[in-house]
């Protein structure tokens, strides 16, 4: 027996069946809009608490947006028990600070700091200048007073002529001090070379300059120091392998 089937006519598509077909898409996107609403709402939350916090722990919000040098100074003065601000004047941008267990007033300049520099008077003494220059690895730090002046970061200072450079290396400083009686400084540079050509290098300078050496290796590391006959200039250079090829640090000091 055969039967026969008949097409059923389904008629238009419902409003139900419209919605059965929307694009899972659109409810990621609706989904993902949730998601960030959600988290601008819980960053907003933190902030204010982060905000009032600060409020409490002595940040002036107020003075914050008219000096802001003298607000941050002002806060971290008065996060730290061992310091007690004794004034400050907004229209000079100073602040003054005793160290309560040394008894010491400190008053810091903070007038040109958007520039970098801060000056800092203890009562009695000299004042002492810090001035901060560039930004990343081609910035330096300097600290000026009456005993001499300090550099850290990328100084720009060359070795002494006595200290001989690494063939084909460009060292760059990294720290230097100079003062009434003495003068240091140190510098980095990289090179290809392995470690233990380095430090024979500088092995063989520092023995025709006359000076004591002595010397450490091993396949992967070195150290060698050199000091002359009136102890008046010494010298380290350690050298060790990484990734980036043999990094190496030269510190010298010199008596005046």
């Not at 903070?110 to 081609?138: F, H, M, P, W, Y």
Request: aromatic residues 6%; glycine residues 10%; charged residues 25%.
């Amino acid at each position: 027996m055969s039967m026969s089937t008949t097409p059923i006519n389904q008629g238009p598509p419902t409003a139900d069946q419209e919605k059965k077909k929307t694009s899972p898409l659109v409810y990621i996107l609706v989904g993902c809009g949730g998601l960030i609403v959600i988290g601008g709402i819980v960053f907003a939350v933190a902030m204010y608490f982060v905000y009032n916090k600060a409020k409490q722990m002595g940040l002036d919000p107020e003075l914050m947006r008219r000096s802001p040098a003298i607000a941050v100074a002002k806060f971290v003065a008065a996060t730290n028990p061992d310091v007690e601000v004794l004034s400050s004047d907004e229209a000079n941008a100073t602040i003054t600070v005793k160290d309560k267990k040394t008894g010491k007033v400190i008053t810091v300049s903070l007038d040109d700091a958007k520039n970098g520099n801060i000056t800092i008077k203890e009562d009695g003494k000299d004042e002492v200048k810090i001035q901060a220059k560039g930004n990343g690895e081609s910035g330096s730090l300097e600290v000026k007073s009456s005993e001499g002046s300090m550099k850290f970061g990328n100084t720009g200072d060359k070795m002494p002529d006595w200290l001989p450079a690494y063939p084909g290396a460009a060292a760059t400083g990294t720290y230097s001090f100079s003062g009434n009686d003495a003068e240091s400084g140190g510098f980095h540079f990289s090179t290809s070379d392995s470690s233990e050509k380095v430090i024979s290098f500088y092995e063989s300078e520092l023995k025709k300059s006359d000076m004591k050496v002595q010397t450490f290796k091993t396949s992967q590391a070195g150290t060698v120091t050199g000091e002359d006959s009136d102890k008046k200039r010494a010298v380290t250079v350690t050298a060790g392998s990484s990734d980036e090829g043999t990094q190496v640090t030269i510190a010298f000091n010199v008596k005046k």
